[in-house]
């Protein structure tokens, strides 16, 4: 088992910046891909951005240049750094460990205000 824990989130302006943090604790040892997805309001939950162990990245297009996932592998932890924020960036993100299985956080709402 594997448990997600998200801080970060919170509520800023169009053009701001967040940054999300997610720490992973319990049978670490068999985690590969780590990422973040989202869920807008009303919609349905979506990739945003995943990482490999050896720090390969696949981003969605809609945040491409803007977000930045990163990685340690030592405090077992995934970061995303959100900058240049969009009112469609608003919703839930979750943070998203992978295993033999597929593991969530409970997560952290973004809200950017236009």
């Known amino acids: 088992q594997v448990q997600l824990v998200e801080f970060g989130g919170g509520l800023v302006q169009a053009g701001g910046s967040l940054r999300l943090s997610c720490a992973a604790s319990?049978?670490?040892?068999?985690?590969?891909?780590m990422g973040w997805y989202r869920q807008p309001p009303g919609k349905q939950r979506e990739l945003v951005a995943l990482?490999?162990?050896?720090?390969?990245?696949n981003y969605a297009d809609s945040v491409k240049g803007r977000f930045t996932i990163s990685r340690d592998n030592a405090k077992n932890t995934v970061t995303l750094q959100m900058n240049s924020l969009k009112p469609e960036d608003t919703g839930v993100y979750y943070c998203?460990?992978?295993?033999?299985?597929?593991?969530w956080g409970r997560g952290t709402q973004v809200t950017v205000s236009s």
């Open positions: 998203n460990a992978k295993t033999w299985s597929s593991y």
């Open positions: 319990g049978s670490i040892s068999g985690i590969t891909v």
């Open positions: 990482i490999t162990t050896v720090g390969s990245t």
